[in-house]
């Protein structure tokens, strides 16, 4: 039954959040986020870059089992997921800006 809940109502629940965070998007976020290409590289370096280390850092720092290591490792190698777009709505931050890092990210 648990099992049910979360295989059928985590994604269920990060679409709507994600389509919700979408919603309030206007072209001119993505206009003003194009004319501010150091933000954009900033974005990129802290996925691309930082993240992989310090989940690096942590796997190296921590004794973990193997599993679980490269589970973290995993996650730390992504580039940001749906719910980054979330965090940023919540804590009031560039939304475009985490969208359209992602986008470059992504092809």
């Excluded at 976020?29 to 990129?44: S, W």
Aim: glycine letters at 14%; hydrophobic letters at 50%; aromatic letters at 6%.
């Amino acid at each position: 039954m648990l099992k049910t809940v979360v295989d059928v109502g985590v994604p269920t629940l990060v679409f709507v959040a994600m389509t919700v965070v979408g919603t309030e998007l206007t072209a001119d976020d993505f206009r003003r986020v194009g004319r501010q290409p150091g933000a954009i590289f900033v974005a990129l370096l802290g996925q691309v870059i930082l993240l992989p280390v310090i989940g690096g850092l942590f796997v190296h720092g921590l004794e973990l089992q193997p599993a679980i290591r490269w589970g973290v490792l995993l996650v730390a190698a992504c580039p940001s997921g749906g719910m980054a777009n979330v965090y940023s709505h919540i804590g009031r931050g560039n939304v475009a800006l985490t969208r359209r890092s992602g986008f470059l990210l992504a092809g």
